[in-house]
């Protein structure tokens, strides 16, 4: 396949390992450069001479050195030298070490399909239907008790929140931890840095406050609700689902898939990667999350800007958003069309509200728009901000969608102020630039080392 030098760096773990990455794209350094259908290989002189290696069909990178970092720098300098300088990665036959690499990967990969055929016997349904409704007694009675916080909290109103600090919502957060409801902590932990984080933030706190309350009302109401909808409260709630039993569930779209964009969120012990997918016949949007701790790669190597054929599985849900992939067919490809979507502003947040109206928890959805302008705020941004004008992007009816951040000069430069193809990532208020398609080709806009 061929990847653009940009595509490259999104796959980097970092900025020091893409740098590092960029100085080795030099073929003095490299010996036994090759490529065919699978792979790239190569050993690149370093303090050793390092074995390098890169399978095609997922972008999964080896390398001989002892680097923590994966990919390392020559993996990286491995796929910017095919990105940059094609010509230099002639096409061969490839060595011993590689085929065997490849072998081992392809057994490993079969012996993982048989265990989750294993898993996925079914368990004793009586004793797992009286561990789920010992679950809900507990979870129905910290939600209660989280009501009545809740009530006097708004009563109280909110002027003093901020002055009470992070403590208010922690004592919270440890009740439904040990009320076995997980995620609704994690929800009062993220509304604890909402207090003094922009000006309208007690018009923001209480919208989080009512979807908390809205929760605590569908769980009580569980029995009531849809089936689809039950899967959705009960994962808001803290319920997991294996992904085993997603694809034993059924949703699985098979089509090409066009990846829209790619955010990650980093923390100090687990990043959050959000892919966003189109089908490209089906027009379903999926979102596949992956997660990484302490410095592992993600999973799954799922690259901006490519053509994905694959059999995706949806979470159970009313409003089905959330994937995972579940087989790949071939090597992606790069994507050289315009990007499927909306063609109006108005088109796309119709769409939003119809899939809030069926699951009101959603924050976040992919974007995609067609014939979009970037435009910059009208004078310096600090003058600006004050008044409320921002970053934005603007369609051909006039209508305007803001960004989210300060610094768009490059989004700006590919458009050089002609409509362009967008993707991005819209949390209810503001978007985030991921990708644009310029000239058919794709540009990333946003990699994991901003």
């Known amino acids: 396949m061929t990847l653009s030098l940009e595509q490259v760096t999104a796959l980097a773990p970092d900025a020091s390992a893409a740098a590092a990455g960029r100085k080795l794209a030099d073929p003095g350094v490299w010996k ?8 790239l290989w190569g050993e690149c002189q370093g303090s050793a001479l390092y074995q390098v290696r890169v399978a095609l069909a997922d972008l999964t990178a080896k390398c001989t050195c002892p680097s923590r970092k994966l990919p390392c720098k020559h993996s990286l300098g491995l796929l910017f030298l095919a990105a940059g300088q094609p010509a230099r990665v002639p096409t061969g036959a490839p060595p011993a070490w590689l085929t065997e690499w490849l072998g081992k990967r392809a057994a490993s990969a079969e012996k993982k399909a048989k265990k989750k055929a294993r898993s996925a016997e079914p368990a004793d349904p009586a004793a797992q239907a009286r561990r789920v409704e010992r679950r809900q007694e507990r979870v129905a009675q910290g939600l209660e008790a989280l009501v009545l916080w809740l009530r006097d909290l708004v009563r109280g109103g909110l002027a003093g929140v901020d002055a009470q600090g992070p403590q208010l919502w922690e004592s919270q957060a440890a009740r439904m931890v040990d009320a076995q409801a997980p995620a609704v902590a994690t929800r009062l932990r993220r509304m604890a840095e909402l207090p003094r984080s922009s000006p309208d933030w007690p018009q923001r706190l209480l919208l989080q406050l009512g979807r908390l309350a809205l929760l605590s009302h569908a769980f009580r109401r569980l029995d009531a609700l849809a089936a689809p909808l039950q899967h959705d409260v009960r994962q808001l709630v803290g319920w997991t689902v294996n992904q085993e039993d997603v694809v034993t ?13 790619q955010s990650v969120d980093d923390d100090v012990r687990l990043r959050v990667q959000r892919s966003w997918l189109r089908g490209v ?25 490519t053509r994905l054929s694959a059999d995706l599985a949806f979470w159970p849900s009313a409003c089905p958003q959330r994937a995972l ?4 067919r071939g090597s992606p490809t790069p994507w050289r069309d315009s990007l499927p979507g909306h063609d109006t502003i108005a088109g796309f947040l119709e769409s939003v509200a119809e899939r809030l109206a069926r699951q009101p928890w959603l924050e976040r959805f992919g974007c995609s728009l067609q014939g979009v302008t970037p435009a910059s705020p009208p004078g310096p941004l600090s003058a600006t901000a004050e008044r409320g004008n921002a970053w934005c992007v603007v369609d051909t009816t006039g209508a305007a969608l803001p960004l989210k951040g300060d610094d768009h000069w490059r989004l ?11 993707a991005g ?3 209810g208020e503001r978007l985030l630039p991921l990708g644009a398609v310029v000239d058919g080709r794709y540009e990333v806009l946003w990699t994991s080392q901003q």
Do not use: K
Request: glycine residues 14%; aromatic residues 8%.
């Open 32 to 39: 036994g450069l090759g490529r065919n259908a699978d792979a």
């Open 249 to 261: 569930a059924g949703d699985i779209v098979s089509d090409d898939w066009v990846v829209l964009g």
């Open 281 to 305: 016949a089906s027009g379903r949007e999926a979102l596949v999350l992956q997660f990484s701790a302490a410095g592992a790669p993600f999973p799954e190597t799922i690259l901006p800007g």
């Open 325 to 328: 992939i579940h087989a790949r």
């Open 412 to 422: 700006l430069a590919f458009s050089g102020g002609a409509p362009l193809d967008l």
């Open 425 to 427: 990532e819209w949390d």
